[in-house]
């Protein structure tokens, strides 16, 4: 049971290594990921480097990027810097979503990546709302839903694990979940 409940952990980490925590984590209990940050992603290389060291470690662990275009982009030149969900939200179009998370799959699934963390399908309904923000692709429900129905779709042929998140709701908060529980 142990086991079975550490594949349902992610774990994040400082350094450009796995740690030995993380290591005797996955060895010892399970682990199902691990999720790299900006913190552990200084060059190309050391991505290469760091998703073959997980890969390693474990060939059915989920290695992912919290990695979703404009300011939530973890990696360094010469990964592509994709558009906000907002700018895309902005055209409109399902087929400007497609092509940007194709793109996205294809670089991500080069570079090592299970999954890219993202799309967030929360509307934003609060202006003040910096969490979400930009990272939404508008307000209106049924545009939202098109533009993310049309990313999660062009993404998985990749082979890449779409992960929608916050939502629904977190859109309406001016509350940072990182830090505070919204209520």
Known sequence: MRREAGYLLAVGFDGTHLPGSVVALAEQSG???VVLFTRNCPSLETVLALTA???RLDPDLLVMVDHEGGRVHRLPPPFTRFPSAAA???C???RL???VARAMARELRAAGFDSGLSPV???LLDPANTVIGDRAFGTAPDAVAALGVAFVEAMLPS???PVAKHFPGHGLTSVDSHHALPE
Do not use: H, N, S
Request: charged letters at 25%.
């Open 31 to 33: 682990l199902g990921g």
């Open 53 to 55: 060291e997980a890969r």
């Open 88 to 90: 895309v939200g902005r």
């Open 92 to 94: 409109g179009d399902p």
């Open 97 to 99: 979503a497609a092509a």
């Open 121 to 123: 399908l929360d509307c």
């Open 159 to 161: 082979g890449l694990v």
